[in-house]
């Protein structure tokens, strides 16, 4: 019992120096603008989630599941962290409809050289997309989620690479 007083005046005491601890830091430089946090993306927030990617020379997008609000404003930034010359590897991103085929809509690609190696017969099932990045290069494409929950693949259409597994799927949920 009076091990247990002990206990809790010695815990009064150590919030108490807790509260009364005064913050010695040096005077922050003027508040740079706010930008909102990427919080909750489960919130119906009316701000932009921006959704980085990395893609390098290793042929692989640095996220490959993707989770989003149906409808929600998204922002993809891809960067090409890599280091070899454009022609021999580049990647692009796109976001396909749910349902179609990304290893067919690659394999059209592959003849597409003149148009980034978009397939033009399969334009339609393109959702959004950042066109082909050189080393260190960086791209972005702004659009809205689709409203309708489901998987939507997003290969990277350059010759070969949705073949060794450059590829990831938005899920919409
Ligand atoms: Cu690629």
Known sequence: MKAHL???????AGLL??????????????????VAAPAAATEQSPGVRTIALQAGDAMKFDLTTV??????????????????????????WILL???????????????????GYIPVALKDEILAQIQLLGP?????????????????????????????GMKGVLIVK
């Open 6 to 12: 002990l206990s809790s005046v010695l815990l009064s």
């Open 17 to 34: 120096a807790g509260c009364s601890k005064s913050d010695n830091k040096a005077p922050e430089p003027a508040p740079a603008p706010k």
């Open 67 to 92: 989770e989003v609000a149906p409808g929600q404003s998204l922002k993809v930034v891809m960067t090409n962290s890599g280091t070899l010359p454009k022609d021999a590897m580049a990647h692009n």
């Open 97 to 115: 409809k749910a349902g179609s085929d990304p290893a067919a809509f690659a394999t059209a690609a592959q003849t597409s050289k003149d148009t």
């Open 136 to 164: 260190k290069e960086t791209g972005e494409v702004s659009f809205k989620a689709p409203t309708t929950p489901g998987e939507y693949p997003y290969p990277c259409s350059f010759p070969a690479h949705f073949l060794v």
